[in-house]
């Protein structure tokens, strides 16, 4: 799959990764669209990434193109639009079900 990577600040490089396999409870999709965000600026020129590298392109849409052994209400070929926050499931936000407020995430990219 073609990705625009994040190598460190200022080094962008656009690559041929490897096409993932989903796990269980995961679904893979074929990017149709993706947007450059105002927080991916700073983690592109600025050095603000938490690592590196790092894919760009946390905001997409697609279609499912192969889903796991334990998902339920994805279909392949569905269009989609996929939310990049990672939530820990474990704070006080998430067990309110706040999970875009979570105090230790993770995102896609």
Sequence with gaps: MKAVVVHGPGDIRCENLPTPSPGPGEALVAV?????CSSDVPRALGGAAYFYPIVMGHELAGEV????TE????H???RVSVAPLLPCWQCEWCQRGRYSLCDDYDYLG
């Design 32 to 36: 149709k669209a993706a947007g450059i």
């Design 65 to 68: 193109e192969e889903v796991g």
């Design 71 to 74: 998902v339920n209400g994805a």
């Design 76 to 78: 392949i070929g569905e």
